[in-house]
């Protein structure tokens, strides 16, 4: 099936579900990357656009990038209208983004952007970021424990962004570990469930 991920920045997709990704990768799935911004505010944009893809390429996903502004991502009808233009061309069967929970302002306004774009898509899967501390309530799960060293190889490719603490590798295996623990795997990755029609096993 196709499926398209959304990130506000470079390196929101791969640190919310690079292992999940990579699972529906293997089973042959069909898989877009979506960034709405170069990240300029995190760094160089001309390194962070490389570095993402470079991402895309390692880990087996195509790529589209858009230019609005860091820390300025608007809740916009534009915004509305290019994620409505590669939906309908890419027929996703899921869609990966931000909650709407989450204390960045981007990540917001992606996941709302993305709420109304995607409103015919079956599957909506909200995935988790540094900022998204307390309020984040998932109730989904996916073991990545074969993919967590993989994941981490690929967030320490993002040389700009690797100095925050919590690109740390212990920072990035201990969430990883804690989000197995209710499913009872080594590594897991976490979801909110937007809206779900049938699951693939993913």
Not at 61 to 90: G, R, Y
Not at 130 to 158: G, H, M, Q, T, W
Request: hydrophobic letters at 35%; charged letters at 25%; one cysteine or more.
């Amino acid at each position: 099936m196709n499926i398209i991920a959304i990130g506000a920045h470079p390196d929101d997709i791969e640190f919310g579900c690079t292992g999940t990704i990579m699972r529906h990768i293997k089973r042959g799935d069909e898989v877009t990357f979506v960034i709405l911004s170069r990240g300029e505010r995190g760094g160089d944009p001309e390194v962070r656009t490389r570095e993402a893809g470079e991402s895309a390429r390692k880990i087996g996903a195509k790529l589209q990038m858009f230019d609005f502004p860091d820390t300025a991502v608007p809740q916009s009808h534009e915004l509305i209208e290019k994620l409505e233009a590669i939906i309908k061309d890419l027929n996703p069967r899921r869609v990966y983004t931000h909650s709407v929970r989450d204390t960045h302002q981007d990540h917001r306004n992606a996941a709302y952007a993305t709420l109304s774009a995607a409103r015919f898509v079956p599957e909506i899967f909200a995935y988790e970021s540094p900022s998204l501390y307390l309020n984040f309530n998932p109730n989904y799960y996916v073991d990545i424990s074969s993919y967590i060293d993989r994941k981490i190889e690929i967030l320490n490719k993002f040389t700009t962004q690797n100095g925050r603490d919590y690109m740390k590798i212990n920072a990035i295996r201990g969430l990883s570990q804690f989000r197995g623990l209710g499913p009872a795997v080594s590594h897991a990755e976490a979801f909110e469930i937007v809206r779900i029609l049938k699951s693939d096993s993913i």
